[in-house]
């Protein structure tokens, strides 16, 4: 069996109404991925925010015939040309399979592993976390993932309270309850991202410890430590309801930030907590603090 494979690449408020078109037209499937390789990190509260550029791809029997579903496209887009745009054949097994070989187990710091499911964990004596590519983002490859993971790697945080506030797919809860961690609040104010948690938790046995909740639902609690790979304008706005939510000496691990932004977070922060250390990667910083007495 052949496939016909229609991806387009269109601006964010456009995405949904592509999507739907594609459905209408008969795809299998649809899915979409950052146009420019963007990542996507927590907008602003109230808001869901896309890739700027965002390719969406429909795949369709092999035996459909491509300028039917391009005219399909034009006419309901109202579009005099359609945007940038790929056709492709493929055959059964290449549009299974060929996608899978560029998803890799990672390893972050000394102990922490990330493997997509279809990999049998290769080291029995190291922290190993089940997890997909998917909507909700947040596998690790972004250097923002990497420098909590490798935080998180880094201490013992044995019997913490832990938030993970700008939880995505729910990566940084599942780790640090596999690292020892006794609970972890997953906030987030989609609730794609929660649902992604929950199954992630599910899938990684380890869902009874991790509460995915909206931010107006978390209850007055004292983590040990909380983590956040957001952007730098949530954090500023939020600063003083995180200062609210650690224990005097717990820790704060921000990331999402960027290294020209680490100054206007800095002076944000000093009310409340004094900082520990600055790590840079590529153009990305991850401060760490301590909540203030």
């Known amino acids: 069996m052949s496939w016909l494979k229609i991806s387009l690449m269109v601006a964010s408020e456009k995405v949904q109404l592509t999507c739907d078109i ?26 869901t925010t896309l890739w700027a550029r965002t390719r969406v791809t429909g795949l369709f029997d092999g035996s459909t015939d491509s300028d039917t579903i391009l005219e399909f496209l034009q006419t309901t887009l109202k579009q005099s040309c359609l945007p940038d745009y790929q056709i492709e054949r493929l055959e059964d097994e290449d549009w299974q399979y060929k996608w899978m070989e560029d998803i890799r187990p990672q390893c972050f710091g000394d102990r922490l592993w990330v493997y997509p499911s279809w990999y049998t964990p290769m080291h029995e004596d190291t922290i190993n976390i ?14 923002t993932t990497s ?10 945080i044995n019997g913490w309270e832990v938030i993970d506030y700008g939880c995505g797919s729910g990566i940084l809860s599942i780790a ?8 972890a609040w997953a906030i987030d104010i989609d609730p794609q991202a929660l649902q992604a948690t929950e199954q992630n938790a599910s899938k990684n046995l380890v869902a009874r410890f991790i509460s995915p909740l909206l931010p107006n639902d978390l209850p007055t609690v004292k983590a040990d430590c909380l983590i956040a790979n957001i952007l730098a304008n949530p954090i500023l706005e939020l600063a003083p309801g995180f200062a609210d939510l650690v224990s005097v000496g717990g820790h704060i691990v921000l990331s999402g930030i960027l290294n020209n932004q680490t100054d206007s977070v800095l002076a944000g922060l000093e009310q409340f907590f004094d900082t520990d250390a600055i790590v840079q990667r590529e153009e990305w910083v991850r401060i760490e603090a301590r909540r203030k007495a």
Do not use: R
């Not at 640090?176 to 609970?183: S, T």
């Open 22 to 47: 594609l459905t209408e037209a008969g795809a299998k499937t649809v899915s979409m991925q950052g146009g420019n390789d963007e990542a996507v990190y927590e907008p602003p509260p109230g808001a």
């Open 130 to 143: 089940i997890l997909d590519p998917g909507l909700a983002f947040g596998t690790g490859t972004h250097p």
């Open 147 to 156: 420098l909590c993971l490798e935080w998180l790697d880094q201490h013992d």
């Open 176 to 183: 640090a309850i596999k690292l020892g961690a006794a609970h």
